[in-house]
């Protein structure tokens, strides 16, 4: 398993919010967690996304418990294990395309020239060339939301998590999006776990979990 969750909580006072999920993924796997708003399903990725703690329960993403890590190490596991895609591209509107999709090798340390032949790869293999030095306002939806997938899949994450990836797009980009999806787990064995409303991607995937009232519905 690429990621197993165990009896994860999380709780704000007496208020509950998640109540003893748990979760495998397989690698390759692309799984969709669907229901309705506040049952839980942002929180939970934002847990097994490292961006926020669990009040109980284990983790366990590529053989490492990120609980265990430090500050500084936790944010260097994400950074290279770990790949986000919002329903806000969460581009920098002062940078350009490639420069927004260099930004995690540059984290890392890569030197300047490297990072900008991978993102100029990722960016053309999506169908972005003649973009390249335009800004997040220069770009349509459908195309910052693609730049902002390239930038996910920068440092070869073992996951990506999705939240509401096609949320903020139209009907033609949302398929093509999804579409992109499958075809990445098929070039570069990728693994997605996806939170969604939209009823086609949630049936495209290779497992769609149900949240209601803090967990999945069995």
Known sequence: MILEAKNITKSYGDLSILGGVNLKVREKEIVSIVGASGAGKTTLLQILGTLDDASSGELTIDSTNP???????????????????????????????????????????????????????????IGLQDRLNHKPSELSGGEQQRAAVCRAL?????????????????????????????????????????????????????????????????
């Not at 290279?80 to 920098?92: A, E």
């Open 67 to 125: 609980f265990e890590l430090n500050p500084k190490e936790l944010s260097s596991f994400r950074n290279q294990k770990l790949g986000f895609i919002f329903q806000f591209h969460q581009l920098l509107p002062e940078f350009t395309a490639i420069e927004n999709v260099m930004l995690p090798g540059l984290i890392r340390g890569d030197a300047k020239k490297q990072a900008k032949e991978r993102a100029e790869l990722l960016l053309k293999r």
């Open 154 to 218: 920068f440092n070869e994450p073992k996951i990506i998590f999705g939240d509401e990836p096609s949320g903020n797009l139209d009907t033609r980009n949302s398929q093509e999006l999804h579409e992109l999806f499958f075809e990445l787990r098929e070039e570069f064995n990728q693994t997605f776990v996806i939170v969604t409303h939209n009823k086609e991607l949630a049936a495209m995937a290779d497992r769609t979990l149900t949240m209601k009232d803090g967990n999945f519905i069995l």
